[in-house]
Nanobody
Framework: QVQLVESGGGSVQAGGSLNLSCAVS????????MAWFRQVPGKEREGIAS????????LYANSVKGRIAISRDNAKNTVCLQMNSLKVEDTAMYYC?????????????????WGQGTQVTVSS
């Protein structure tokens, strides 16, 4: 069974950077797409970046495009999210997700496996 564990969250000032990591373990043959989502209490989860594991495709939400980069290291079994120029509105719980890639990448329902989340807090 695939398991995802996020790390790298923390508190930073606006304009700072963070690199989030998602450690992947277990059988991953059925995983065709990984993604990072974020969620604020009372709001739906927002897809911010996705990477296809068997194709050269990376996708980003317009709200963060140009400030983040998603990457995958198959040898280390990790998916990372480099975040730069952080804004207060980036404050959220960030989740790593994995799924078979059957529909829209930004639809949280497309992902069958989720990590526990890592908190990112950006202060002014």
């Amino acid at each position: 069974q695939v398991q995802l564990v996020e790390s790298g969250g923390g508190s930073v000032q606006a304009g700072g950077s963070l690199n989030l990591s998602c450690a992947v373990s277990g059988a991953t043959a059925s995983i065709n797409r990984m993604a990072w989502f974020r969620q604020v209490p009372g709001k739906e989860r927002e897809g911010i970046a996705s990477i296809y594991t068997k194709m050269s495709i990376k996708l980003y939400a317009n709200s963060v495009k140009g400030r983040i980069a998603i990457s995958r290291d198959n040898a280390k079994n990790t998916v990372c999210l480099q975040m730069n120029s952080l804004k207060v509105e980036d404050t959220a719980m960030y989740y790593c997700a994995a799924g078979p890639a059957t529909g829209r990448w930004s639809d949280s329902r497309e992902y069958t496996i989720w990590g526990q989340g890592t908190q990112v807090t950006v202060s002014s």
